[in-house]
């Protein structure tokens, strides 16, 4: 079974930075892609940066510029760093491995950290 352990959330305020890491139990060579998504009160989950296993990487409209997200393939690790934080960023962030194969599509999930921004 693949284990995804996220860490670094915390309370920030407004402008201040974080940097999230996600530990993952397999090598992350084997996954198709890597991502971060998050969830506010009431919000449905979305994506907001996600990194596929040739690097290429996407983000969502409303971080681009201010996250970044990036892998250690050595340490399995995956990290998003998020700068300029503001208070819409508040939500709880979860880690995300998909790996596509023939079959079918494998999703992973992390029980996800929280991320507070205050005004």
């Known amino acids: 079974q693949v284990q995804l352990v996220e860490s670094g959330g915390g309370l920030v305020q407004a402008g201040g930075s974080l940097r999230l890491s996600c530990a993952v139990s397999?090598?992350?060579?084997?996954?198709?892609?890597m991502g971060w998504y998050r969830q506010a009160p009431g919000k449905q989950r979305g994506m907001v940066a996600r990194i596929d296993n040739g690097g290429s990487t996407n983000y969502a409209d409303s971080v681009k510029g201010r996250f970044t997200i990036s892998r250690d393939n050595a340490k399995n690790t995956v990290y998003l760093q998020m700068n300029s934080l503001k208070p819409e960023d508040t939500a709880v962030y979860y880690c995300?491995?998909?790996?596509?194969?023939?079959?079918?599509?494998?999703?992973?999930w992390g029980q996800g950290t929280q991320v507070t921004v205050s005004s």
């Open positions: 995300n491995a998909v790996r596509v194969r023939p079959g079918g599509t494998e999703s992973y």
């Open positions: 397999r090598s992350i060579d084997s996954f198709t892609a």
